[in-house]
Nanobody, 121 residues
Framework: QVQLVESGGGLVQAGGSLTLSCAAS????????MAWYRQAPGKQRDLVAR???????NYADSVKGRFTISRITSKNIISLQMNSLKPEDTAVYYC???????????????WGQGTQVTVSS
């Protein structure tokens, strides 16, 4: 089994910064593609940022230029640096990891429990 544990959530004022972290543990012998999702009350869960095993990244349009996803080299540990936070960033943030059966064929099989991020105005 693979377990993901998020940390770093909290309450910040608009314009502030916060860093989330996520560590994967268990029977993992490869670097996994990993991602951050978020879900606001009453809304769907959306992709925020993703990082591949090779270090390539992509972001939701709503966070481009403000958020940065990164990985500890050669580890299934990622972080999300969030700057210039807005009240609309308030959500539960979930860490996710993918398993890949071959190159380019991956599925999101693992999820963390989530960490609350609240941005006050």
């Amino acid at each position: 089994q693979v377990q993901l544990v998020e940390s770093g959530g909290g309450l910040v004022q608009a314009g502030g910064s916060l860093t989330l972290s996520c560590a994967a543990s268990g029977s993992i012998f490869r670097i996994l593609p990993m991602a951050w999702y978020r879900q606001a009350p009453g809304k769907q869960r959306d992709l925020v940022a993703r990082i591949t095993s090779g270090g390539s990244t992509n972001y939701a349009d709503s966070v481009k230029g403000r958020f940065t996803i990164s990985r500890i080299t050669s580890k299934n540990i990622i972080s999300l640096q969030m700057n210039s936070l807005k009240p609309e960033d308030t959500a539960v943030y979930y860490c996710a990891a993918e398993s890949c059966r071959r190159v380019g064929v991956c599925s999101t099989d693992y999820w963390g429990q989530g960490t609350q991020v609240t941005v006050s105005s």
